[in-house]
C-alpha cells in the first residue's frame, strides 16, 4: 500500500523552495500557465502549490515519485477562494484534462519566480506558506494536505471510467489562513488524479482532478 506524504504549512515569514500560494518559479521565458474560459477571456490558473523533490525523498522508499526537481500545481479554484468572476472550476465530477496544469522540472538552475498581479499591480495570490513533510499528520484535527493520499474522502469504491484506479497525486484541504479561506464545497477536499503508468514513466500532462465534499 502506496504511503501518504504529509504536507504541513507554516505561516513563518520565512522563504521555502516548498511552499503554497506566492510565487512559482519557472524557467526563464516560460509562460505562466493559462487557459481560456467558458466566455473566450484569457486567464491564469491559480497557483496553489510547488513542490522540492529532493525534500520527499525520505517519505518515499517506494519511489513512487521523483526525488529531484521541482512539481508545480496549478487548477481554477477561484470559485473556492471567494471569487465568483471566474465561471469555470474544478467540481465534483472527475474533470478535464485542461482544469489542472502539472510541471515537472528534473533540473531547475537559473529559474525565476514569476510573480502575477492584477491591473493595480496586486498579487493574485495568496502570501506564500512554507511546506514541510511528514510521514504522520501534525496533529488529530491537522489539514489534510498530502502527496499520494489515500481516498478516504471517496463514498464509492471507485473513481469513475475510465479513471479507475488512478492514484491521488495531489490532495489539498480546505483551510484559512491571514489573506485567504480556501473552502471547497462544505469543507471537502481538491484530489489530483494520475494514473499509475503515467506516474511510472513520469509524465504528468493528463492529470485531472475532483472535489470531495464532507
Not at 481554477?76 to 471566474?86: C, Q, T, V
Request: proline letters at 8%.
Amino acid at each position: 500500500m502506496t504511503r501518504p506524504i504529509h504536507i504541513i504549512t507554516t505561516d513563518s515569514g520565512e522563504r521555502s523552495l516548498s511552499h503554497f500560494w506566492g510565487s512559482p518559479l519557472l524557467p526563464p521565458g516560460y509562460p505562466y500557465p493559462e487557459y481560456t474560459d467558458s466566455k473566450g477571456d484569457i486567464r491564469p490558473y491559480n497557483f496553489i502549490c510547488q513542490i522540492a523533490l529532493e525534500n520527499i525523498a525520505d517519505f518515499d522508499p517506494e519511489n513512487m515519485l521523483p526525488h529531484e526537481g521541482l512539481m508545480l500545481f496549478f487548477s481554477k479554484i477561484d470559485h473556492y477562494l471567494g471569487d465568483f468572476e471566474p465561471f469555470d472550476a474544478v467540481g465534483g465530477y472527475i474533470s478535464d484534462a485542461e482544469d489542472v496544469k502539472v510541471l515537472y522540472f528534473p533540473d531547475i538552475t537559473g529559474f525565476e519566480e514569476i510573480r502575477i498581479v492584477d491591473e493595480e499591480g496586486i498579487p493574485l495570490s495568496p502570501q506564500e506558506l512554507a511546506i514541510s513533510f511528514s510521514d504522520k499528520p501534525a496533529g488529530r484535527y491537522s489539514d489534510e494536505h498530502m502527496l499520494l493520499a489515500p481516498p478516504s474522502h471517496r463514498e464509492w469504491e471507485n473513481w469513475d471510467h475510465p479513471f479507475e484506479d488512478w492514484l491521488i497525486l495531489l490532495q489539498i484541504d480546505s483551510f484559512d489562513g491571514k489573506d485567504f479561506n480556501l473552502n471547497f464545497m462544505d469543507s471537502g477536499v481538491l484530489d489530483f488524479l494520475i494514473s499509475e503508468k503515467d506516474l511510472a514513466e513520469r509524465r504528468f500532462d493528463n492529470i485531472r482532478a475532483i472535489v470531495l465534499s464532507t
